[in-house]
């Protein structure tokens, strides 16, 4: 059954619901305190919130001398579903209004099998949620995918290591099968909103979220926002050239970042270092697991094999090569590290610092934070349930 979940009637009642969702449950007096509306047209607009269903009363508020307000806060009922696809797996959580995680679970996938079959995994993972008794229904939710997206159809655009997406109208077709409004965005756009709503970069307006997956991308915010771009592939820079005439690269060009760091690339040089002998940590690893990956190479560095640590290093430095030009052009007041190869840790956190502090300006990084982010996994997820209810707590 669809369900169908009230919009604000104008930008007041948006800008309440935006500071409900953010801040919890608030009287009636701290909310006039934050809005630029008086004590009678901010009454109106929370009374008519409250008939909407969307806000509910929530008792008294403590005394601030005199008659005691109300509070008020977010429908308890209200559910977003969060979808996070990456290239190799695929993460899927409940939110409430507040956008708390109420459930969440991922699972090892493929993108490369393509949409339909994709989809079909998140939505047998949205159904276990719900089965769990975390939410009956949802009442919108919001998707990340591992390429460019034309934000405003919510359709994958040329992406380059997922075939089959192209033009792949996601949005229509969850939103069908999900009966609720879906809004659709690039993963690492998700991974810097999530970060900035509940981790590391709370307090920061413009930043950079450099996501190290099987490729590397980044999210740019600026002025809190995001900036997508023109056609929705702001942030590629797995794709900025870091060696003329190197490395053949998946997207059609040589010596590209991607090409040489990033989960697949460290796989493959992690596989030839314990292949040619020159690596016995290495190659012990691969016999015990099978495969050779991020949490191999972080294991085997750990244990202080030197190849380990080269890689590592190695791929931090190039990566930091890249984020410096980034910092001399944009000027962020953060750069936050995520995906799933920063489990790497501060070694690879350290070769990156070491390489911008090196080529940036000292202007661009005497104050400049380069951390990594604080929610791992959920990242995602929140991301993606703050993306929608943005779209749902706007005026329709």
């Not at 393509?114 to 998140?122: K, L, R, T």
């Not at 998707?143 to 655009?157: A, H, K, L, M």
């Not at 040589?254 to 290495?282: I, N």
Request: proline content about 6%; charged content about 20%; overall charge negative.
């Amino acid at each position: 059954m669809r369900r169908m979940t009230a919009r604000p009637a104008n930008a007041h009642q948006a800008r309440l619901l935006r500071l409900l969702r953010d801040h919890g449950p608030n009287s009636r007096a701290q909310l006039g305190d934050q809005v630029d509306l008086s004590r009678s047209k901010l009454a109106v607009e929370v009374d008519r919130l409250l008939e909407t269903g969307l806000v509910v009363a929530d008792g008294l508020a403590a005394s601030r001398g005199g008659r005691r307000s109300h509070n008020v806060r977010l429908a308890p009922a209200l559910r977003f579903l969060g979808i996070d696809i990456g290239a190799t797996s695929v993460d899927v959580a409940v939110t409430n209004a507040e956008l708390e995680v109420l459930g969440h679970l991922t699972q090892p996938m493929d993108v490369r099998e393509g949409p339909v079959a994709v989809f079909e995994q998140a939505l047998a993972l949205a159904g276990k949620l719900k089965a769990s008794g975390v939410a009956e229904g949802f009442d919108g939710a919001g998707i990340g995918v591992p390429g460019p997206v034309r934000f405003p159809e919510g359709v994958p655009v040329a992406p380059p290591i997922m075939p089959g997406w192209d033009g792949f109208p996601v949005r229509e077709a969850l939103s069908q099968e999900l009966g609720c409004p879906v809004m659709v965005d690039n993963d690492v756009n998700l991974m810097a909103v999530g970060e900035q709503h509940a981790g590391v970069a709370r307090t920061v307006q413009d930043f950079l979220f450099v996501k190290i997956g099987t490729g590397i991308g980044c999210g740019i915010v600026v002025g809190g926002e995001v900036y997508r771009g023109t056609t929705g592939s702001a942030g590629d820079i797995g794709h900025i050239q870091v060696e003329p005439d190197g490395r053949p690269c998946a997207c059609g060009n040589r010596g590209c970042l991607e090409a040489y760091f990033g989960g697949a690339s460290l796989a493959r040089d992690a596989e030839a270092a314990a292949r040619e002998g020159t690596s016995p940590e290495l190659a012990a690893r691969r016999a015990a697991a099978g495969t050779l990956g991020a949490p191999e190479v972080a294991a085997a560095a750990a244990a202080g094999d030197p190849v380990a640590l080269d890689l590592i290093r190695t791929g931090g430095s190039r990566t930091g090569q890249v984020i410096a030009g980034l910092v001399s052009f944009f000027n962020p007041g953060l750069v936050v590290i995520g995906g799933g190869v920063t489990g790497l840790g501060h070694t690879l956190l350290a070769a990156i610092r070491t390489q911008v502090y090196r080529q940036s300006l000292p202007l661009a990084t005497n104050n400049l934070p380069i951390v990594l982010g604080e929610l791992g996994q959920a990242a995602g997820v929140t991301g993606a349930a703050r993306l929608i209810s943005d779209h749902l707590f706007s005026p329709a």
